[in-house]
Nanobody, 119 residues
Framework: VKLVESGGGLVQPGGSLRLSCAAS????????ICWVRQAPGKGLEWVSS????????KYSDSVKGRFTISRDNAKNTLYLQLNNLKIEDTAMYYC?????????????RGQGTQVTVSS
């Protein structure tokens, strides 16, 4: 199982980014996938998840209405559109497969992509 995130960067408050997660080594279309993040000095936070078929999604209250998760099973790729970014969204963002409901464990995770929101 390999997960490779990309698309992070430095953006001003109110800006947007699109993160991608390229998956390989497993049948991507069979699995739910999620995004989690870790801000400096804090623990892992679940952000959003999407079911295998791509229609059912969930979001944390902190990002609901601003972030959109999606996937392209033909391309084995997961996306996260980040809009109206806030300073508190600054974190390393990871895509993950097989996780605990409270992200008390994650079986597979990528290396992460850094999102920094700053004026």
């Amino acid at each position: 199982v390999k997960l490779v995130e990309s698309g992070g960067g430095l953006v001003q408050p109110g800006g947007s980014l699109r993160l991608s997660c390229a998956a390989s080594g497993f049948r991507f279309s069979d699995y739910s996938i999620c995004w989690v993040r870790q801000a400096p000095g804090k623990g892992l936070e679940w952000v959003s998840s999407i079911k295998a078929e791509g229609r059912r999604t969930k979001y944390s209250d902190s990002v609901k209405g601003r972030f959109t998760i999606s996937r392209d099973n033909a391309k084995n790729t997961l996306y996260l559109q980040l809009n109206n970014l806030k300073i508190e969204d600054t974190a390393m963002y990871y895509c993950a497969r097989d996780w605990g409901e409270a992200v008390e464990y994650i079986i597979y995770r990528g290396q992460g992509t850094q999102v920094t929101v700053s004026s």
